[in-house]
């Protein structure tokens, strides 16, 4: 027992297209996947396509309840960093969101902890609500390393911030070995690390805090999953990536109750 108070935590759909789908096949995506979803009242829905397609997924989800993120922000507001897009950039361009340290970005751009509360800090300012990712990877859970991982991502990235600061972000938990796998994490061991976070925002900030942060699972999610996913109270949503590129499986995902 974590001893924390729980809280109602409105559910979080978010889909990570990752490197996939050009304007016309975003703009395909959406024709296809807003009638299957209806009104989704149950949750919010989010959907992060790559940063040449974010004006055609904004035009597209325009008067529908999704809402736009961004894959990655830079931490700086301007300046000379060529290749990068700043979180001012992605607001204006309709974005909401922006997702800060994949483990994709962590491991092939080199981002530590650091960069993390640097760039969630940028994204809270320029009005984004950023989505921070964290996770083992699988050397780390197979040698008992899992809580220490995580509780060090967790105190070098979003538990530098401010508390206020930390009340306008989401989390995620994303065991690398996980991702992109098909070996979902079960429904137990994601529950266990959640628990396990909200421990640490606990000890870092308040119980408060710690019963309201929301924490979605990334890893491998799918249609046939989702179900036993989301039957946790620890699991406040999901961050999706290979089934989020169907409009059917990702409607799916975004259906389940
Ligand atoms: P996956 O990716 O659903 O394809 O495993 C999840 C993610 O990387 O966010």
């Given at each position: 027992m974590s001893g924390i108070p729980s809280r109602e935590r409105r559910r979080v759909m978010a889909g990570n297209w990752k490197m996939h789908k050009t304007h016309s096949e975003t703009r395909a995506f959406f024709a296809a996947f807003l009638p299957m979803i209806g009104?989704?009242?149950?949750c919010d829905v989010v959907i992060a396509p790559p940063f040449t397609s974010i004006a055609a997924a904004v035009e597209a989800a325009k008067g529908s309840r999704v809402a736009i993120a961004g894959q990655n922000n830079h931490w700086q507001m301007e300046g000379a960093f060529t290749g990068e897009v700043s979180s001012a950039m992605l607001v204006e361009a309709g974005c909401t969101h922006v997702i800060v340290g994949h483990s994709e970005r962590r491991q092939?751009?080199?981002?530590t902890d650091d960069i993390v509360s640097q760039k969630s800090r940028a994204a809270l300012v320029a009005g984004l609500t950023p989505i921070v990712c964290l996770g083992e990877n699988f050397p780390e859970r197979e040698t008992g390393r899992t809580q220490e991982v995580l509780s060090q991502q967790f105190i070098g990235g979003p538990?530098?911030?401010?508390a206020e600061e930390f009340s306008r972000i989401l989390i995620a938990y994303e065991p690398v070995w996980a991702i992109g796998t098909g070996r979902t994490a079960t429904p137990e061991i994601a529950a266990a690390a959640h628990r396990f976070l909200r421990q640490c925002v606990r000890d870092q900030f308040s119980p408060e805090a710690a019963a309201g942060v929301r924490i979605l699972y990334g890893g491998s999610v799918k249609p046939d999953n989702i179900q036993g996913l989301m039957?946790?109270?620890?699991?406040?949503g999901a961050l999706v990536?290979?089934?989020?590129?169907?409009p059917r499986s990702f409607a799916a995902i975004v259906n389940a109750k």
């Open positions: 009104d989704a009242a149950h092939y751009s080199h981002e538990g530098a911030l401010t039957a946790q109270e620890e699991l406040d990536g290979g089934a989020s590129l169907d």
